[in-house]
């Protein structure tokens, strides 16, 4: 039986490192794909270790370890040399005992391998299958979009939340930002869902928020890593607590498909317009309290929009031109 292994940082996960993965399968009869990661890296091995496994779901003979480091008892293991390249190949030895073939795609390999006395196969070194590094994708995420597998795209998507009570254009400047950032978008479900705002059922609002979790996650896998989401989950329970003076219990899940990278609120400030389908302009204005309540509640901070319908515009392109600039900047947990 043959036991092989690669090694990397997978910072982040790209279809270069699935390439090579699904090479090494072909090698052996058991894989193991380590994940090392030291303590002075952004994303936490947890999310490393879930993209790949993700992707290799399945797959029935491998398994992904995480091997977690201090950078100041161990060198970096993308460094390509022979003196660090000989003290990670001790370490591999005492985590991969009985393993005989290390596939990589570094030049590197084949010192590990020697010092480890094991095969070494090499793959794609060149880099022409997959012209693409984590390095790249760290600082130009919508350039390298493309070499994203989708197991990862949801946790390095750029999402922006249009947010607002009724009658202030969130869905207008949604399709207007779509179209300037030639980007990916959702529109809310309670429109398809609740045709009007005077007659709804409180199971309608589960009906709403399960069906926008789903648009968000499958929006999250097109051709932009930017996304602009027309309302969220916060608008749903505002709506729950107004009408229905309770609160709407979500799952984790729905919670978490919901985050965002920037919340921008549309001020109530123009003028109201009736279309037969919405609340009364003082029920407008007193469900934009309830929204800021909700939002105050579960600790969001939003980025107020106010003007004319061109201003909103401008300044809704300022504040995602930031957040593009600085790649999102997530903060991981």
């Known amino acids: 039986m043959t036991k092989a292994f690669v090694?990397?940082?997978f910072l982040p996960f790209h279809k270069g490192h699935e390439a090579m993965i699904n090479f090494a399968l072909s090698k052996c009869d058991f894989l193991t794909v380590l994940v090392c990661c030291s303590d002075k890296e952004s994303i936490p091995d947890k999310f490393r270790k879930a993209w790949i496994e993700k992707a290799f779901e399945k797959q029935k003979n491998i398994e992904i370890r995480t091997f977690n480091y201090l950078e100041s008892e161990l060198p970096n293991t993308s460094e390509s040399s022979k003196e660090v390249s000989e003290i990670w190949a001790d370490i591999f030895k005492k985590q991969l005992p009985d393993y005989s073939l290390l596939i990589t795609s570094e030049k590197y390999g084949n010192f590990v391998a020697t010092f480890m006395n094991i095969q070494h196969i090499a793959f794609d070194i060149q880099k022409k299958k997959f012209p693409v590094s984590a390095t790249a994708v760290r600082n130009d995420v919508f350039t390298n979009w493309k070499y994203l597998p989708d197991s990862v795209k949801p946790d390095l998507s750029l999402k922006v939340v249009i947010l607002g009570t009724e009658c202030t254009g969130k869905t207008t400047l949604t399709e207007k930002l779509t179209k300037h950032f030639n980007c990916s978008f959702v529109l809310e479900a309670g429109r398809d869902i609740i045709a009007n705002s005077n007659y709804f059922s409180f199971d309608d609002l589960h009906l709403v928020a399960t069906e926008h979790a789903k648009r968000i996650d499958k929006t999250t896998l097109a051709n932009s890593p930017l996304v602009i989401i027309d309302t969220d989950i916060h608008t749903t329970k505002s709506y729950s607590r107004f009408t229905f003076k309770k609160e709407l219990e979500i799952s984790a899940y729905i919670y978490n498909s919901n985050k965002a990278n920037l919340y921008l609120?549309?001020?109530n400030d123009v003028e109201y317009l009736q279309d037969g389908t919405r609340f009364s302009e003082e029920e407008r204005n007193l469900l934009d309290l309830s929204h800021r309540q909700v939002l105050t509640d579960h600790n969001?901070?939003?980025?107020?929009?106010?003007?004319?319908?061109?201003?909103?515009?401008?300044?809704?392109?300022?504040q995602i031109n930031k957040l593009i600039a600085t790649n999102g900047q997530k903060h991981w947990a």
């Open 7 to 9: 090694f990397g940082k």
């Open 265 to 267: 609120y549309l001020n």
């Open 300 to 318: 969001i901070n939003i980025i107020e929009i106010k003007g004319d319908w061109d201003e909103r515009f401008e300044k809704a392109v300022e």
